[in-house]
């Protein structure tokens, strides 16, 4: 069975920062495209940020120079360091991991994960 396990979430005020991590355990990890969704509530989930198992990576521009993703294939972590903080950058954080063909184009919408994590709260305050 696979899992991914999110850590790091928590409160911190604007133009702070924080790192969420996520551990994925039960399937090999250096296949999977990673990536971090974003969801509020009555809203729908957000792709924030992306690494391909070719590490080459993707990012929404709300948080590009910010934001940076980064894996560990040996630790099978992913995390996401998040820097100058908005208050729009609050919401409930998921890890997501899914494997797709060489040739195609890396996923951004949350409907092409098939792993998901339970999701991590995080709020910036003003």
């Known amino acids: 069975q696979v899992q991914l396990v999110e850590s790091g979430g928590g409160l911190v005020q604007a133009g702070g920062s924080l790192k969420l991590s996520c551990a994925v355990s039960?399937?090999?990890?250096?296949?999977?495209?990673m990536a971090w969704f974003r969801q509020n509530p009555g809203k729908e989930r957000e792709f924030v940020a992306g690494?391909?198992?070719?590490?080459?990576?993707n990012y929404t521009d709300s948080v590009k120079g910010r934001f940076t993703i980064s894996r560990d294939n040996a630790k099978r972590t992913v995390d996401l360091k998040r820097n100058s903080l908005k208050t729009e950058d609050t919401g409930v954080y998921y890890c997501?991991?899914?494997?797709?063909?060489?040739?195609?184009?890396?996923?951004?919408?949350?409907?092409?994960?098939?792993?998901w994590g339970q999701g991590t709260q995080v709020t910036v305050s003003s």
């Open positions: 690494i391909a198992w070719t590490y080459s990576t």
């Open positions: 997501a991991g899914t494997t797709r063909p060489v040739s195609s184009q890396f996923v951004v919408v949350d409907d092409g994960y098939r792993y």
């Open positions: 039960g399937r090999t990890f250096s296949p999977l495209d």
